[in-house]
């Protein structure tokens, strides 16, 4: 009996049986008598051979004229073949098409850049974009475990917000009926602030906005990120969770994405020393690190990407840099007892030149102090009376950080760009497709 939907990922069930396998073509060659085509499915892909002797003329020469990416489905015999991708083979007897493909846009061939993000709606269909899709995939489940097993609730903030969290230069603005403008949010973290005096341990993972001006290849304009919120966590427990929770990214990924990593030709020995304990430096030690190499960096300062390259560099596995001048950090965040200059800040700094993975810090719990940083920001207090409410009823310490996901999967990648990270990017010069 010839069964339906069968995907390419699962053929090792059928060997002997004859199947159809429903695709894309993906590539094709012929050398006389034989014919080759390599069926894709999303789930892997199938070498599917057709013998001249076995099939009609006319199926013989459609296997040969169809372009790339046609729509087809196959029928035939499923073969073990160790050296065939994903180790079956498909003695192919029947060819039907689905929908015909006429001069594909994307060929095997290199293209430029801006033509493959032109075209990115079918460069996604690529062995590469596929990999790293499933990578990604497989990192935001990664994430989710790990804080779902150790007992935090997933809790969703708004998108449509009324202020700024991290800054007033990169918010983007829309307008809200009566009410004046509203912000697309730049982060979760003051609503996540609210769910961990609820319910103690919290982390949203969202959509994220900032109309960051800059061409990087660490930039998107939106972005998703990870932000765990732990009440009565001081500034350590924060840094212990985030090196906890990051080997443990790492290493699953590596671990379960090894035929995807290979397809990227990733070298993984240095994500393979992502392990407990990450070395953890205040930023006055980065500073001597950045002096020690040459860079004529003055105190207070915040630390730019090549800074962090330079300073990573000195460490083969993530470095956590803690302790930051306030003045170039977040409102929100709590000043050093020992040293009111500095905020109980700490950024995670990826190796191999990714930069900063992970922002945290302690958050400031004290209303007085809360108040008079939003007045120093030049905040809209009406928009913050909510936020300072926490710090009215039952303020305890708490903390917590950030995860940008994009960034963790162009290093664990290792890619060149973070706008292959993402179905869509959107970047300061492109919004399309
Ligand atoms: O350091 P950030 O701005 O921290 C926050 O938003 C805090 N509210 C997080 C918290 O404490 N809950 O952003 C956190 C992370 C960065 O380390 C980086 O990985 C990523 O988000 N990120 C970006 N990723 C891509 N494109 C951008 N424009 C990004 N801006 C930040
Ligand atoms: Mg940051």
Same mark, same amino acid.
């Given at each position: 009996m010839v069964m339906d939907k069968i995907s390419i990922s699962t053929l090792?069930?059928?060997?002997?049986?004859?199947?159809?396998?429903?695709?894309?073509?993906?590539?094709?060659?012929?050398?006389?008598?034989?014919?080759?085509?390599?069926?894709?499915?999303?789930?892997?892909?199938?070498?599917?051979?057709?013998?001249?002797?076995?099939v009609s003329p006319e199926i013989f020469e459609l296997a040969d004229k169809l372009?790339?990416?046609?729509?087809?489905?196959?029928?035939?015999?499923?073969?073990?073949?160790?050296?065939?991708?994903?180790?079956y083979e498909l003695d192919a007897t029947g060819l039907e098409v689905i929908n015909e493909a006429i001069d594909y846009p994307i060929t095997l061939k290199e293209h430029g850049t801006e033509f493959l993000m032109?075209?990115?709606?079918?460069?996604?269909?690529?062995?590469?974009?596929?990999?790293?899709?499933?990578?990604?995939?497989?990192?935001?489940?990664?994430?989710?475990?790990?804080?779902?097993?150790?007992?935090?609730?997933?809790?969703?903030?708004?998108?449509?917000?009324?202020?700024a969290c991290e800054g007033t230069s990169t918010l983007f603005e829309t307008p809200y009926f009566d009410l004046?403008?509203?912000?697309?949010t730049q982060s979760g973290q003051l609503y996540a602030e609210a769910g961990a005096m609820?319910?103690?341990?919290?982390?949203?993972?969202?959509?994220?906005?900032?109309?960051?001006?800059?061409?990087?290849?660490?930039?998107?304009?939106?972005?998703?990120?990870?932000?765990?919120?732990?009440?009565?966590?001081?500034l350590n427990d924060n840094m212990d969770l985030a090196e906890e929770f990051l080997e443990y990214v790492v290493q699953t990924v590596i671990s379960e994405m090894t035929e995807e990593?290979?397809?990227?030709?990733?070298?993984?020995?240095?994500?393979?020393?992502?392990?407990?304990?990450?070395?953890?430096?205040?930023?006055? $030690?980065?500073?001597?690190? @950045?002096? &020690?190499? %040459?860079?004529?960096?003055?105190? =207070?300062?915040? *630390?730019?990407?090549?800074?962090?390259t330079i300073i990573s560099n000195e460490f083969d596995m993530p470095v956590m840099v803690h302790r930051y001048p306030s003045a170039v950090k977040a409102f929100y965040m709590k000043r050093d007892p020992e040293n009111p200059k500095l905020a109980l800040a700490v950024d995670v700094l990826?190796?191999?030149?990714?930069?900063?993975?992970?922002?945290?810090?302690?958050?400031?719990?004290?209303?007085?102090?809360?108040?008079?940083?939003?007045?120093?920001?030049?905040?809209?207090?009406?928009?913050? $009376?909510?936020?300072?409410? @926490?710090? &009215?009823? %039952?303020?305890?310490?708490?903390? =917590?950080?950030? *995860?940008g996901l994009e960034r963790t999967v162009s290093w664990i990648c290792g890619l060149d760009h973070i706008r292959e990270t993402i179905p869509f990017p959107r970047m300061i010069y492109r919004i399309t497709p």
């Open positions: 090792g069930k059928f060997v002997g049986e004859e199947v159809t396998v429903k695709g894309w073509l993906y590539n094709k060659r012929s050398s006389g008598k034989i014919k080759f085509i390599v069926l894709r499915d999303g789930s892997g892909y199938l070498q599917c051979i057709y013998f001249k002797g076995n372009g790339q990416e046609s729509s087809i489905a196959v029928t035939g015999k499923v073969k073990e073949e160790k050296r065939a991708p994903g180790g032109d075209h990115r709606h079918l460069w996604l269909r690529s062995s590469k974009q596929v990999a790293i899709l499933k990578i990604r995939h497989r990192i935001v489940k990664a994430i989710r475990d790990f804080f779902d097993n150790k007992g935090f609730t997933l809790m969703d903030p708004p998108i449509l917000t009324p202020a004046g403008k509203a912000y697309l609820a319910l103690g341990k919290v982390y949203t993972f969202g959509p994220t906005f900032r109309a960051e001006k800059s061409k990087t290849r660490r930039h998107l304009t939106e972005f998703w990120m990870v932000e765990p919120e732990v009440a009565f966590n001081d990593l290979k397809v990227l030709e990733r070298d993984t020995t240095k994500l393979q020393k992502v392990k407990r304990p990450l070395p953890r430096i205040s930023y006055d $030690e980065a500073v001597e690190i @950045l002096k &020690k190499n %040459g860079v004529d960096f003055e105190w =207070g300062n915040d *630390l730019g990407g090549a800074d962090e990826a190796p191999e030149g990714y930069g900063e993975v992970i922002g945290g810090s302690q958050r400031e719990d004290d209303f007085d102090a809360l108040l008079k940083r939003i007045e120093d920001n030049e905040l809209p207090r009406e928009a913050f $009376e909510w936020y300072l409410d @926490l710090r &009215k009823y %039952g303020s305890v310490p708490h903390s =917590g950080f950030g *995860l």
